[in-house]
T-cell receptor, first 113, second 112 residues
Framework: EAQVTQNPRYLITVTGKKLTVTCSQNMNHEYMSWYRQDPGLGLRQIYYSMNVEVTDKGDVPEGYKVSRKEKRNFPLILESPSPNQTSLYFC????????????FGAGSRLTVL | GENVEQHPSTLSVQEGDSAVIKCTYSDSASNYFPWYKQELGKRPQLIIDIRSNVGEKKDQRIAVTLNKTAKHFSLHITETQPEDSAVYFCAAIIFGNEKLTFGTGTRLTIIP
């Protein structure tokens, strides 16, 4: 089944404790991206990647890192999480670019205490 | 950068009536405009999209219109059904830029 898989789905952590949210797709998609969803703010792009080793900032990259060492994986790293990073996070992919159908993962709900 | 405004933030319509959600964008170079539907507790899913070389696109009960001069585009849902209840997001992107900007969402409630 074609899908985008995120883990963990739910996580409660404390300020400053490094964490990684994994994202993997099995569709051989070139483009992958991360979004955070907050009430009243919609979906905001954090980072995106056009291909292996090619990443760029979205609208809200502060406090986040990403890497694209393999085509299928695009992990989101929070080096020192803070409470304002409490949010619902979505990973998404498309076959060539952001201007094509995005397939979203199921979401990861992160709470930083 | 691109800015997308979406209205209304909430919308309630009687079952069977039509619903219209409107978005405006700021960058005249934007040329791809998707609409995503997010049911409660689910992931967003594309329902329809339009490119800047087209003024209107339909898919059964759903249609999107684009006015490039005014820099706005709208989602039209006719003969609404309970399963249309969800949050709808518009978005805009410049092909080749890859930075996709979403609107803030519209919560549509269909009243039986």
């Amino acid at each position: 089944e074609a899908q985008v898989t995120q883990n963990p789905r739910y996580l409660i952590t404390v300020t400053g404790k490094k964490l990684t949210v994994t994202c993997s797709q099995n569709m051989n998609h070139e483009y992958m991206s991360w979004y955070r969803q907050d009430p009243g703010l919609g979906l905001r792009q954090i980072y995106y990647s056009m291909n292996v080793e090619v990443t760029d900032k979205g609208d809200v990259p502060e406090g986040y890192k990403v890497s694209r060492k393999e085509k299928r994986n695009f992990p989101l790293i929070l080096e020192s999480p803070s409470p304002n990073q409490t949010s619902l996070y979505f990973c998404a992919s498309s076959y060539s670019s952001g201007a094509n159908v995005l397939t979203f993962g199921a979401g990861s709900r992160l709470t930083v205490l | 950068g691109e800015n997308v405004e979406q209205h209304p933030s909430t919308l309630s319509v009687q079952e069977g009536d039509s619903a219209v959600i409107k978005c405006t964008y700021s960058d005249s170079a934007s040329n791809y405009f998707p609409w995503y539907k997010q049911e409660l507790g689910k992931r967003p899913q594309l329902i329809i999209d339009i490119r800047s070389n087209v003024g209107e696109k339909k898919d059964q009960r759903i249609a999107v219109t684009l006015n490039k001069t005014a820099k706005h585009f709208s989602l039209h849902i006719t003969e609404t059904q309970p399963e249309d209840s969800a949050v709808y997001f518009c978005a805009a992107i410049i092909f080749g830029n890859e930075k996709l900007t979403f609107g803030t969402g519209t919560r549509l409630t269909i009243i039986p």
